[in-house]
């Protein structure tokens, strides 16, 4: 994380969405370096990018700008923020969040 390393991941193609829930765990404040490649490897632009983040005690700490950064052209939202203690009992409020994106009328 240090030297910022990019792991190699399995592509993914994004090409044909307009929506992308991007669901990771916070890393000392940052999104995963797995997460950076990913981010890194396909086009987001114009794309929705909804964000649902699991931590230990920091919120989404930088991982909004970060992702901003990487995806400037795209459009990234804010969901859930869930502390690792309540992951347990978040089913509900997750899927509250994501019926009220409303992305099949998109």
Known sequence: MRAQARPGIEPIDVSNYDSIILIYSLWWGSIPMPVATFLEN?????????????HGNSGYGNTISEI?????????????????????????????????WNMGNK
């Open 42 to 54: 396909n086009d987001f632009d114009g794309k929705t990018i909804y964000l649902i983040i699991t």
């Open 68 to 100: 901003e950064e990487l995806c400037p052209t795209a459009e990234v939202v804010p969901g859930a923020s869930i502390y690792c203690e309540d992951i347990p009992d978040a089913g509900d409020q997750l899927a509250e969040l994501i019926n009220s």
